[in-house]
């Protein structure tokens, strides 16, 4: 589904930054249906991974795939056709912040579709999935951590995406609700979709048991089917 | 790569009303930026509609001089009422000459008497026992530069003998000077109007800017949940749309007040130039006025500021 092929990442210098090489020659492959850890420290090129598969980015040399395309072929005007196939969660929630709660997660799937009706099924069906049903009509600046995060596992779902990018979707949680996006994570892979979490909380990877993709200063160091955190 | 999802053309009724829906949930629940873009954008409406105004002004104002240019005519004493009408009917032929107006020595005189009730020309006046004025023509030019043609048409020959004077010449100076001044006004209003309406149009685009500027994360976001460009634009252009539209009509609303309210003092303080009555005569143009530029920032401030994040 999702292939690397010697991809090398490199940021030109501007005004602000030092030129920086994010991705060093990163080989691997995730198939349909596979729960993927990628972990390592800040900085080691997990999020820079999940921008090249979103089109957010493009290899500096190497190519990335995604199914079929190559997508160092796709233009920027044309990059929602492959994003319209992913469902991004983030560590902060990045939610509109002037719409509701069922706004936010019907956006998503308005983005391709206009059936009013059909939206306003799916949207209360997955705010029922993730325990939001409630909150609806409330702005995101009404909700606590845990909830954002929920109202963004329900917008990364509500299209039904072939594959969820979840980049450090727990950073900015406690415990009790870390356990809870994880298990909606696991949840949401036992229903089909592939899942790329990154993270770098040790418990965590180790509670998943599940391949996991280590990277140290944007090289995969490990890759490991029933992998643990080891850094 | 095939394009999957929705079809303009099958859903255009259903896209519309999200992009317009979108766009009017943002206009309301975005209250401070709302408001701080129609202000701007009020700004250069009440700017436009002021330099429409200020046009208005400046040909009233031009006007008025270019009827204070005339050519007096005087006839001698003894020539026939009726030898005068014919020399007007032959000049009003004349494609210079706007207007005509023959002065009898009776017109003359009461003129005089009205402007100096009282002073001392009006004492000089009553030693005399005859009416000192003589029967004269006023000529109007349709420019100013054209008197010189219509004094060459009173030199000929034939009406030498019947004129007393023509004041030309004495004039001719303050004339060309009239002549200039009304058009340097007109340049000037020009170049204001075109300078202002510049200005108004580089601060609205720039403030439309900084505010979407400032939603610069969400257009992020929409992009990366999968929405076309379109579908991003559409809102951010219904947005900026309302906000030219909300603008025009507080600006039209205020100014219609201000025009009842205070035309009296305005008039006195343009010299005379009626605003109620120049805002009556041009309602419409005014109103459409008011809409073209408050729409037209609007959506045009939006579109380019928007096109910044999505382009290729």
Known sequence: ?231 | MKKRGFSPCKNMWNFLKKIFKSGWDGFMRQGFLTFATSLVIFIAVVLGAGLFFFQGGVAYLTQQIRDKIDISVSFKSDVPRDTILQIREDLTKLDQVKKVDYISPEDAYNTFVEAHQGDQYMEALGLLSANPFLPSLRIQTKEPSQYKQVSEFLAKDEYKDLINEVNDYKRGVMIEKLGEITKSVQLLGILLTVFLSLIAIIVTFNTLRLSIYSQKEEIEIMRLVGAKNGFIRGPFLVQGGLCGLFASIISFMLLTIVLFVLNTQMTTLFMGFDCLAFFKSNILGIMLLELVVGLGLGLLSSYFAVRKYLRD
């Open chain 1, 1 to 231: 589904m999702i292939e690397f092929k010697n991809v090398t990442k490199e940021y030109a210098p501007n005004l602000f930054k030092e030129a920086k090489v994010a991705l060093q020659n990163v080989s691997f492959e995730v198939k349909a249906g596979e729960f993927v850890t990628l972990c390592g420290r800040s900085g080691a090129g997990k999020t820079t991974i999940l921008k090249l598969i979103s089109c957010e980015e493009k290899p500096t040399s190497g190519t990335v795939m995604f199914d079929d395309t190559n997508t160092s072929d796709v233009k920027k005007s044309d990059a929602y056709l492959i994003r319209q196939k992913i469902g991004f969660i983030f560590q902060d929630y990045k939610l509109l912040s002037y719409k509701t709660v069922y706004e936010n997660v019907a956006y998503a799937l308005e983005a391709f579709d206009f059936n009013e009706k059909l939206v306003k099924d799916e949207v209360m069906q997955v705010l029922e999935l993730v325990g939001l049903e409630n909150k609806a009509n409330c702005l995101p600046k009404e909700l606590s951590g845990g909830e954002k995060q929920r109202v963004s596992i329900a917008r990364a779902l509500i299209h039904r995406p072939e594959i969820i990018l979840a980049d450090e979707p727990t950073g900015n949680l406690d415990p009790y609700h870390t356990r809870d996006i994880i298990k909606i994570l696991l949840k949401i892979n036992e229903g089909g979709a592939t899942v790329i979490l990154s993270t770098h909380d040790k418990e965590t990877v180790n509670s998943l048991h599940k391949r996991v993709i280590t990277l140290e200063n944007g090289r995969i160091i490990r890759d490991e089917e029933e992998g643990v955190f080891s850094l």
